[in-house]
C-alpha cells in the first residue's frame, strides 16, 4: 500500500480514509508496527485530509505500543515530523495534545524504569575475575557489544525530551 501512495489523486476519498485505517490498524501488531508508522508518516504529506480525520485513532493505537522497543524509536520520529505539520493537526483539542504528550512521558517513565532495574540488576550480580579463562586480558567479552545497544536507547530518550518541546510550542 505505500507504494500506491504517490497515486491518491487515482483514488476516491473514501478509498484514501481507507488506506490510512488498515496502516492503523497495523499499528498493533507486533510484525507490521514499525512499516505501518512508516507508512503513516507518508500519509501525512499524501493523504493529509485522511490522516487528520483519523489522529486521534492513530494516536490511541500507539499510546500502548511506545514502551515496545523495537517501536519506540519509530513512533516518537513520527511524533516529531508530525509536530512540524500544522495542515494534519489543525483540529486538536487540549485532550489530543494530552494524548501526544502522554506518550512521551510514558515513555521516559519507562525508560527509567528500565535503567533503574538494570542498575539494580547490574548492582546484584556477583563480580566476576578479571578477564575471561585462557585469554590473559582483562577485557571481557562483552563490553564491546554493549556500547552499540546504549546508544539508540539514549536517541530515543534524547527524542522524547525533544518531542515535548516541540509539541509545546506547537
Request: hydrophobic content about 40%.
Amino acid at each position: 500500500l505505500t507504494m500506491i501512495l504517490s497515486y491518491h489523486e487515482h483514488f476516491s476519498k473514501g478509498d484514501e480514509d481507507e488506506i490510512v485505517k488498515i496502516f492503523i490498524i497495523g499499528i498493533g501488531w507486533e510484525r507490521t508496527a514499525k512499516y505501518c508508522i512508516h507508512a503513516l508518516s507518508i500519509c501525512c504529506h499524501e493523504l493529509p485530509l485522511s490522516t487528520s480525520k483519523s489522529l486521534v485513532q492513530m494516536l490511541n493505537q500507539m499510546a500502548p505500543s511506545i514502551t515496545q522497543p523495537h517501536v519506540s524509536v519509530h513512533i516518537l520520529e513520527f511524533l516529531a515530523c508530525l509536530s512540524r505539520l500544522h495542515h494534519v493537526y489543525v483540529n486538536f483539542r487540549e485532550t489530543e495534545y494530552r494524548i501526544v504528550l502522554g506518550i512521551c512521558f510514558r515513555y521516559l517513565d519507562y525508560a527509567r524504569e528500565k535503567r533503574r532495574s538494570n542498575r539494580s540488576s547490574h548492582n546484584s550480580e556477583p563480580s566476576t575475575a578479571p578477564g575471561t579463562p585462557g585469554t590473559g586480558t582483562g577485557v571481557t567479552d562483552a563490553s564491546p557489544l554493549a556500547a552499540p545497544s546504549e546508544e539508540l536507547p539514549q536517541y530515543v530518550h534524547a527524542l522524547a525530551y525533544h518531542v515535548i518541546l516541540f509539541w509545546f510550542l506547537a
